[in-house]
């Protein structure tokens, strides 16, 4: 690497190969636009079709590319996971491969880990603004504030949408968070969140345009009951305070 790398972007996927390379490429293009140095991470979380293959063309088209090939799925939070810890930008953040997040959001949102010194932020779909763009399912919308309902009873209530996948972290706080960070599924979002809250991290959320892809990979059905019972989980899990300075072996669900 010929310079220290400003931001990484981290992309989990599973089976993505109809979807992967116009998201890459887009990426792609806004690095290349950008004066900041990138590194783009995809983590292909044990795919059954092209995904990994189309990933690693990608090498050609932008030299700092790394691909990250997980041999059995394992789910989002894992995937997620191993590509924040692989990641060596000062700034980490992580994109959904289906692209329902455009790359523009990150230069839009950056200054508040850059010059409001936040330490997180989280790209919401539940506040607004006159610029966003949204795009949600009436049905998503229905089951998110049903879920959000149970994060705020039994986790925290000072955040309005945990499951967007657009979040970024300030390098320091990644190993302090993700090394405590257990499940591997759809549920990782509202742990490492939790974690923050607990540690103390100032976290800043705000909306950001966001527009329904075709072919997600959650059940709505079987991946919210799991998701409810995972909001139990976490909550017995990090019952105790806890000491960002020490770090839990790593455990996975």
């Given at each position: ?164 996948g ?54 709505i ?25 020490s ?7």
């Open positions: 690497m010929d310079k220290m790398t400003d931001i990484s972007i981290i992309i989990p996927a599973y089976n993505e190969e109809e979807r992967l390379s116009l998201f890459l490429d887009q990426v792609i293009s806004y690095c290349r636009a950008s004066e900041k140095a990138y590194e783009i991470i995809i983590v292909d979380d044990g795919s059954s079709d092209k995904t990994f293959e189309i990933a690693v063309s990608y090498k050609n088209k932008f030299p700092n590319l790394n691909v990250i090939k997980i041999s059995e799925n394992s789910g989002k939070g894992h995937a997620v996971k191993s590509g924040m810890l692989a990641a060596s930008g000062n700034i980490c953040l992580f994109m959904d491969a289906d692209g329902s997040v455009t790359p523009e959001e990150i230069e839009k949102n950056l200054h508040y880990i850059t010059e409001k010194n936040y330490d997180i932020f989280i790209g919401s779909r539940v506040l607004t603004d006159n610029e966003q763009i949204l795009e949600v399912k009436w049905y998503r919308k229905l089951i998110g504030r049903v879920f959000n309902f149970f994060v705020h009873v039994i986790l925290f209530n000072n955040i309005q949408d945990t499951q967007c657009f979040k970024i972290f300030r390098k320091e706080i990644i190993i302090p968070i993700f090394s405590r960070n257990y499940l591997r599924g759809f549920g990782f979002d509202f742990e490492i969140l939790y974690l923050a809250c607990k540690m103390g991290y100032k976290i800043k959320e705000g909306p950001v345009s966001w527009r329904h892809v075709g072919g997600s990979k959650i059940n059905m079987t991946d919210s009951v799991k998701m409810f019972f995972n909001i139990l989980q976490v909550r017995i899990w990090h019952c105790m305070p806890i000491n960002p300075d770090r839990r072996p790593d455990k996975g669900v």
